[in-house]
């Protein structure tokens, strides 16, 4: 992408080469229902590089971007709960790679004063990944065993310590020594892995012998089996995304005779009306718990918008850990 920078060009998806290319931008108009927020900082999710790489549907707008922070600078009509100036975060549909972004006015949450604009760009999605799939459709209790896969990503380090905030018992597998090192500091268990199907569920039952209430599962592919073997009587295997693959070939005996349930979880597909239910549930049940810094991200690095496809070739080789983000001030 050209490094030069002008403060209203925004970051597209190049059809033609799977990257990304800064170029102009307009303004979008703030409709009724919606705020116009002035992007401050933006968070970079996977999702935005499987949209780019075309493994995922990609923005209707060409705009990837899935959560921002920033200031209020115009209010629709019929929005009566925020005003211009005050500072947010917002979960979006797209859009987010941009100076400016239009959003549902019942997906935002107000930042308070002891929390930076950066942190705040680090939490709403995964916050809301968090609640959806934990709490609204995994029925976590307080006391359960819940394995996170991924615990040194962006959404899993939330994940790990949305889970243990709510007073569950959290696991992760091992992955590099920086990233185990982060894990353990949040309270989790990291269990040795030599990142084969076969050995997963044995090492799982070694350092949880009473077998896992709830997997969060990011593989997908050939550990689908290992998962549900290492679940207890009425587990619940949790599928968030799939990146060893969709196709699945394993026994269901576990599944029937452990009274176990599969869910698929994605946020991107909820409807508007869902989402604002899932925003209004983090902010009465986890939103204190991130101004007093009990949730809180690991930002692993900021870049400019020129700059944002080495953070999307860092997130392929799978070399980060916790949050990156994209710099608008």
């Known amino acids: 992408?050209?490094?030069?920078?002008?403060?209203?060009?925004?970051?597209?998806?190049?059809?033609?080469?799977?990257?990304?290319?800064?170029?102009?931008?307009?303004?979008?108009?703030?409709?009724?229902?919606?705020?116009r927020i002035r992007v401050t900082y933006t968070g970079i999710n996977?999702?935005?590089?499987?949209?780019?790489?075309?493994?995922?549907p990609p923005p209707i707008s060409g705009i990837c971007g899935l959560e921002v922070s920033g200031i209020i600078d115009a209010v629709g009509e019929g929005v009566h709960d925020w005003v211009i100036g005050q500072h947010v975060c917002a979960l979006l549909l797209e859009g987010g790679y941009a100076p400016y972004v239009t959003v549902d006015a019942r997906h935002l949450l107000a930042?308070?004063?002891?929390?930076?604009?950066?942190?705040?760009?680090?939490?709403?999605?995964?916050?809301?990944?968090?609640?959806?799939?934990l709490c609204d459709v995994g029925k976590m209790c307080a006391g359960e065993h819940v394995l996170i896969h991924g615990g040194s990503?962006?959404?899993?380090?939330?994940?790990?310590?949305v889970a243990r905030?709510?007073?569950?018992?959290?696991?992760?597998?091992?992955?590099?020594?920086?990233?185990?090192?982060?894990?353990?500091?949040?309270?989790?268990?990291?269990?040795?892995?030599?990142?084969?199907?076969?050995?997963?569920?044995?090492?799982?039952?070694?350092?949880?012998?009473?077998?896992?209430?709830?997997?969060?599962?990011?593989?997908?592919?050939?550990y689908v089996g290992a998962h549900l073997k290492a679940l207890a009587y009425g587990g619940r295997l949790l599928s968030v995304?799939?990146?060893?693959?969709?196709?699945?070939?394993?026994?269901?005996?576990?599944?029937?005779?452990?009274?176990?349930?599969?869910?698929?979880?994605?946020?991107r597909s909820q409807s508007d009306d869902r989402k604002a239910e899932i925003i209004a549930a983090v902010r009465d049940y986890l939103w204190d718990a991130c101004h007093e810094g009990i949730i809180a991200p690991h930002i692993y690095k900021v870049v400019p918008p020129y700059e944002v496809m080495h953070a999307h070739e860092l997130m392929r080789r799978r070399t980060h850990y916790g949050k990156m983000l994209i710099d608008w001030s």
């Open 1 to 35: 992408m050209n490094k030069a920078k002008c403060s209203m060009d925004a970051i597209y998806r190049d059809e033609s080469s799977c990257g990304l290319i800064m170029r102009p931008y307009t303004m979008p108009l703030c409709l009724a229902g919606q705020v």
């Open 46 to 56: 996977r999702a935005d590089v499987l949209q780019c790489d075309g493994g995922y």
């Open 111 to 133: 930042v308070g004063d002891a929390m930076s604009a950066k942190i705040a760009a680090s939490l709403v999605e995964a916050l809301a990944t968090s609640w959806l799939a």
């Open 153 to 161: 990503s962006g959404v899993g380090m939330i994940a790990l310590q």
């Open 165 to 222: 905030y709510l007073g569950a018992h959290t696991y992760t597998m091992a992955s590099s020594e920086a990233k185990d090192d982060l894990c353990r500091s949040l309270g989790a268990t990291v269990i040795p892995w030599d990142r084969t199907p076969e050995t997963l569920a044995q090492q799982i039952k070694t350092h949880a012998p009473q077998g896992l209430d709830i997997v969060w599962d990011i593989l997908g592919g050939a």
């Open 241 to 267: 995304a799939c990146m060893d693959g969709a196709q699945v070939q394993c026994s269901m005996g576990g599944l029937l005779m452990k009274n176990l349930t599969w869910h698929g979880v994605t946020l």
